[in-house]
């Protein structure tokens, strides 16, 4: 059990994908140079490579070393925000352009698993969005309608089959949505790696980016001891950014989300469907199983704050009342990540300067939308038409005291974890 901030807890123990690149140790010249080695990095270096140009990729620490090695493996098939959200938020033609490319986003990533082999427990059965309480049920038939009338394929279960489908009898219902499934999320993170590199793209890991400059059209970056000269340059550092010079950090709110795991074998009666769920609720419970028969609970909360120890004896309780036959499970790896939420709730794409983008802000959707995102990234970043992109890019801009509103919802996520599920 850990409250270490760079642990990667179960996923890094499970992972059957293995990965490692040396530090860069050479002044070199790119087409496209990307930093940070998440989905969206290691999409983009796949990606490029693929279309035959000359790319790098920079991380800082080890791939798979931000969120994308420790969230909770859901594929989802749009973002948090329903879609008539987005579209009041972006407009009817932009909003609806990206939930019907987000709609194809698990597409994307299971194809790109099957291609490339990556062994990450890929699992199809869709994901449960379960009813915490009548006002999530009104919520869940709000979405339902919303997603049917842009002909998704989702279904409404009602309270019988969700506890059939669950395990538990928790949840008043639940949506369901067969277009979504689960993976194990830092294997596929180092298997993209590996395409990537396959395919020709540099990788360098322990190579933190020091220093950005714009340099004729392209781009000069510096890592310790080394340059890169690039014509084209993405920062896809999210919300692990580690600054440096030439570049803001990215503008959103950082949310902290933990997950606990049991020892293997024990999730027979626990969504026996093998589907991926998560609730209604404010702060909200995840709950999935693994290859190995673990269950593995998640809830909002940062295990190096003062109230770490809230969050874990929450998560115990939890886990009896949902599942009274593992009532006392000891949980083997408990770990925890940093979202990047934006003020909208939406990813944004920065225009840095001459052929330079940063993309930050999937707002706790970052598998598909990550890999969505970098694959176009790339494509625009070597000279395919901008309107390839998901979201316009906007100019940089700064957020007002984003560290004070991240306190109060960890804040929040501590009160009411200290007070729930005591029964
Ligand atoms: C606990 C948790 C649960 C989540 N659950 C889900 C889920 O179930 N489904 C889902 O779709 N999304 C989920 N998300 C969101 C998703 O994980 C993220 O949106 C996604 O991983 C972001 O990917 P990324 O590549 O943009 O950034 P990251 O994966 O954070 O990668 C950024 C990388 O940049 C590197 N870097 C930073 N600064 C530098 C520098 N100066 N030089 C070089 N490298 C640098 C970092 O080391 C890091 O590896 C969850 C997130 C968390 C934390």
Redesign the pocket.
Known sequence: MTGDPNSNGLWAVSAAETFSAPALTDDISVDLAI?????????AALAAAKAGARVCL???????????????????AGLWLPPDTITAQLGPETGERLSTLLATAPDLVFDLIAEHAIACEPVRSGTLHCAHAPSGLRDLQNRHAQLTARGAPVSLLGDTETASRTGTDAFGGALFDPRAG?IQ?LAY?RGLARAAQTAGALIHEA????RIAPDGEGWTLS?PGWTIRAGAMI??????????RGAETPPHLL?????AATAPGLAEQVVPGGE?L?DTAPVMT?L?TDAAGRVIL?AMGALDHPGGGLHRGWAERKLARLFPHLKGTPFQQV??????MTPAHLPEIQRLGPNGLA????????????TL??TRLAEVSLGADPSRLPVAPIAPYRLKAPGLRSTIFETGATALHAVSARF
Request: glycine content about 24%; cysteine-free.
């Open positions: 930093i940070g080695g998440g989905f969206t990095g290691t999409a920079l991380e800082a620490n080890r791939i798979g070393h931000g969120g994308s090695g420790r969230n909770v493996g859901l594929v989802n689960t999320p993170n190579t933190p980016v020091q890592a920062m896809a550092t999210n919300a692990y950014h580690q600054p440096f949310v902290h989300f933990f997950q991926g998560w995840s999935r998640g770990w925890f990540g940093r979202i990047a993309v930050h802000g999937y707002s706790g959707r970052g598998i598909g939308p990550g995102f970098g």
